[in-house]
């Protein structure tokens, strides 16, 4: 068992910048990947951004260029820093994490509201 647990979130105005940060109860070396996941109402959950095991990011398309993925091997916790930040941004943002046997694991959500 994993515990993912996200923090970060919060209420920020368009164009501002925001920092979630997500902590592994184990070794992220023992991660296939890891990173996040947002739903918004109504629309289904969508990649944001992921960095596997070797440390290469993926980005979702819409987030490209705004956001950055990063992670700390010695603190297990993986960083997202959300620049030019856009009400379409607006979601709960999840912390996910594959372990290398398969296992996947969900934090319980941070609310990010982009919002004048």
């Known amino acids: 068992q994993v515990l993912l647990v996200e923090s970060g979130g919060g209420l920020v105005q368009p164009g501002g910048s925001l920092r979630l940060s997500c902590a592994a109860s184990?070794?992220?070396?023992?991660?296939?990947?890891m990173g996040w996941y947002r739903q918004s109402p109504g629309k289904e959950r969508e990649l944001v951004a992921v960095i596997t095991s070797g440390g290469s990011p993926n980005y979702g398309d819409s987030v490209k260029g705004r956001f950055t993925i990063s992670r700390d091997k010695a603190k297990n916790t993986v960083a997202l820093q959300m620049n030019s930040l856009k009400p379409e941004d607006t979601a709960v943002y999840y912390c996910?994490?594959?372990?290398?046997?398969?296992?996947?694991?969900w934090g319980k959500g941070t609310l990010v509201t982009v919002s004048s």
């Open positions: 184990a070794s992220i070396l023992n991660m296939n990947y």
């Open positions: 996910s994490a594959k372990t290398n046997n398969g296992l996947e694991y």
